[in-house]
């Protein structure tokens, strides 16, 4: 089996409320759906989402660097030369979402030929993931609603809080309503996408001390360096690192500098075969991992449930997979379904992602 033509369709779906946070916001999920066709006629998907505000890429610059730049180097591998294409794809710096789609959909084809989920074939260890919710900037009551009402609908009972940017007194407040609002038996953990310096964000922990955060990610830039290193060392809060750990040298660089203490997995950046990398090098030096959003889809939080259910230390605490209940559609045949708090993994060949053309077809955006 060869890759034979690849394909990076925009398309745009509205969202029903936008997410905003301390380095940008949502309104639209104009993401990059990425199929990959082989000469035996299985194709494997996958999905973009451009962030320029974490990584520059935008869903023009995708669609061109897959186009013009990695198609021409994929087509005619076979999906298990993933090494080859790898080596290739990384002559382009940068580009972390365009190369992980096509990645993920590259295990999807492999998944699919040997009948098997691509859960299966890298770890499987579970079925199912529980799920985090992200709560975005709202004033504190309208954060506190919307976690109530997540909760209710969907049985959710961990909630990433987006702080950061806005004064310190707002999120602090924020915090102290949503622990109050929600008692006891919920998780709560902080998200700055660095919107903090590290004394505010020093200053802004020690104001949560008592609110039993179960971490706090990605509070200040990764080049405070310094900065960071001494928020750590004292911070009772473990620190989570998210923007900074892209790849896995930058979180052989974040962790052996000492400034996090765990890190955010997203297959959106890192595919499979690099979260895997991801992974095995936290587990190697014991340091915790959650699996985060990259304010996926549907497509994309399939595939981060996928990843996390298949290894051990990605199932240990709730993965962010509930980005997409903000979207006002989505591309899939069978909608994911979230029950009890709990996502299950999609039974069936690699990826099993069905896709409903004539929603494609509605919201693609090449004409
Ligand atoms: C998150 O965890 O930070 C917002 C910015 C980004 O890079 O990802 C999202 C969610
Ligand atoms: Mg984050």
Known sequence: MKISKVEAIPFAIPYRKPLRFASGEVTAAEHVLVRVHTDSGLVGIAEAPPRPF??????ASIRAVVDGIFAPQIIGLSPLEREVMHTRLNRTVGNPTAKSALDMAVWDLIGQSLGVSVTDLIGGYT?????????????????????ERIRGLYGITTFKVKVGRRPIELDIEVCKALRAGLGDGVELYIDGNRGWTPSESARALRAMEDLDLTFAEELCPADDVLGRRWLVSQSRIPIFADESVSRPGEVTRELLAGAANGVSIKTARTGFTYSQRVLHLCEGLGVEVVMGNQIDGQIGSLCSAAFGAA???????????????????????????????????????????EIDEDKLAHYRQDG
Do not use: C, K
């Open 54 to 59: 974490t990584y520059g890429e935008t869903q």
């Open 127 to 147: 079925d199912r993931m529980r799920v985090s919710h992200m709560v975005g900037f709202a004033p504190p009551g309208e954060m506190v609603a919307e976690a």
């Open 311 to 353: 290894f051990e230390l990605t199932s240990r605490r709730p993965a962010e997979l509930s980005n997409f209940l903000d979207m006002s559609d989505d591309l899939l045949s069978e909608p994911l379904q979230i029950t009890g708090g709990t996502l299950h993994v999609r039974e069936g060949a690699g990826l099993a992602i």
